[in-house]
């Protein structure tokens, strides 16, 4: 009983800690004006999204949130970081009246999406499958999914030749 | 830890801390980073619906690796977009974007 206890507790306490990592990641994804700061933020956020992914269990969506989010997108980010803005420009103040309406907004909206969570009666399916394997999802997206992935495939085609096409484009541009 | 509304809860809060960095930063980076916040929230419900809801655990898995596809070309095409931005007017300040206004 102990030990189960235990082991239960060290799941708890993982738990509260990863939820702890992922907002304060955000905060610090946010509230900082060193964007270098943001991005240390975005990254500790992404890795804490993946170990709440691990708690809702699928290993397989953990690693690959790790793999694109922290290991592609934050890397990409940095290199646009490098490339654009000297670090030694100044950083505009912020308006009060703007930073007022912007927590309100977000707060309002938070409030809104609290109430809809607390007071609805969430149903589970009457019959859930088990089948949480790779493989399934691997069937599911060449069976059912197949459009939607051949779609996914051919918008990040066009997004990585736009991206060359407008970064280069402007080059030609500006020199 | 095991309910559902505990999942439900952080992820709003991460999709309202991306809002608020959307509406309050100028810096085209940090709006950015904002996003992929928002985005996170968003995939932390479809995966919590799939665990606790929904009857085939694969589909919220699915939807959630089309999420990240999405966002990794958002990701291109707007960092792409910002460093265009920044040749023309060497910033990223959102506000100095201003020549189409009348």
Known sequence: ?175 | MNSLSTYLILAAMLFCLGLLGVLQRRNLIGMLIAIELMLGGASINFMAFNRFLAPEPAVGQIITLFVMGIAAAEAAIGLSIILALFRQMRSINVERAQRLSG
């Open chain 1, 1 to 175: 009983m102990s030990a189960w206890f235990g082991i239960e507790g060290v799941a708890h306490l993982a738990f509260w800690v990863v939820v702890g990592i992922t907002l304060g990641g955000a905060g610090l994804a946010v509230f900082p004006r060193n964007i270098l700061h943001n991005v240390v933020g975005l990254i500790l956020a992404l890795s804490g999204v993946a170990g709440i992914y691990l708690f809702l269990g699928s290993m397989f969506i953990a690693l690959m949130q790790l793999l694109i989010y922290v290991g592609a997108i934050c890397i990409a980010i940095i290199f646009a970081i490098m490339l654009s803005r000297p670090l030694h420009l100044e950083v505009p103040v912020r308006r009060l009246p703007k930073v007022v309406g912007g927590v309100g907004a977000a707060l309002v909206f938070f409030l809104g999406l609290l109430g809809v969570i607390v007071k609805t009666c969430w149903q589970a399916a009457p019959e859930r499958g088990t089948d949480w394997s790779i493989k399934t999802i691997g069937d599911l997206l060449l069976t059912r999914y197949d459009l939607a992935f051949e779609v996914i495939s051919l918008v990040l085609l066009v997004a990585i030749i736009g991206a060359i096409v407008t970064a280069g484009f402007s080059r030609r541009l500006s020199s």
